[in-house]
């Protein structure tokens, strides 16, 4: 039987601080991760309760090989879409696109990568976006 372990296989970053889109304009700029050491990344973004039903939350993966001169990921180098990892206009339902976790996924092959999350809307809905690095390249990961 394979290891249940992911604990001593993974590590988890802070991609946004934890807040209210819209409350500081219609976006959110995410923390620059490093993936020196791991093959691969997963974003995780959690929307907190949407009730404006024009609201719609894009999130933008961006990376390079150095800090200074990121670039929009190009699709072939990401698991899932942006598209599906935000949020569209409509009616709202919890769990769906309310009050949800969606997540999208990195392996191209720069050391450096960000998302980012826009909205069309000023309500403050909250955000978070937690990096979760993932294959490294020495196991375990120290917690």
Same mark, same amino acid.
């Not at 970053?13 to 889109?21: F, K, L, M």
């Not at 993936?35 to 309760?49: D, H, L, N, P, R």
């Not at 990892?85 to 976790?101: D, L, M, P, Q, Y």
């Given at each position: 039987?394979?290891?249940?372990?992911?604990?001593?296989?993974?590590?988890?970053?802070?991609?946004?601080?934890?807040?209210?889109?819209?409350?500081?304009?219609?976006?959110?700029? =995410?923390?620059?991760?490093?993936?020196?050491?791991?093959?691969?990344?997963?974003?995780?973004?959690?929307?907190?309760?949407?009730?404006?039903?024009?609201?719609?939350?894009?999130?933008?993966?961006?990376? =390079?090989?150095?800090?200074?001169?990121? #670039?929009?990921?190009?699709?072939?180098?990401?698991?899932?879409?942006?598209?599906?990892?935000?949020?569209?206009?409509?009616?709202?339902?919890?769990?769906?696109?309310?009050?949800?976790?969606?997540?999208? =996924?990195?392996?191209?092959?720069?050391?450096?990568?960000?998302?980012?999350?826009?909205?069309?809307?000023?309500?403050?809905?909250?955000?978070?976006?937690?990096?979760?690095?993932?294959?490294?390249?020495? #196991?375990?990961?120290?917690?």
């Amino acid at each position: 039987m394979a290891s249940r372990d992911i604990h001593s296989n993974i590590d988890a970053i802070r991609g946004t601080a934890p807040i209210a889109v819209g409350t500081t304009g219609t976006g959110q700029t =995410g923390i620059i991760v490093d993936t020196a050491g791991y093959e691969g990344v997963e974003f995780i973004i959690g929307y907190g309760a949407i009730t404006a039903t024009n609201a719609v939350f894009t999130p933008v993966i961006k990376s =390079g090989s150095v800090t200074g001169t990121l #670039a929009s990921v190009a699709d072939a180098n990401l698991l899932g879409t942006e598209s599906g990892a935000g949020i569209a206009a409509g009616t709202r339902t919890a769990g769906t696109n309310s009050s949800v976790f969606k997540r999208i =996924g990195y392996i191209g092959a720069d050391r450096y990568v960000q998302c980012n999350v826009s909205s069309t809307v000023t309500a403050a809905v909250p955000v978070s976006v937690v990096a979760i690095l993932g294959h490294p390249r020495n #196991a375990p990961v120290a917690t």
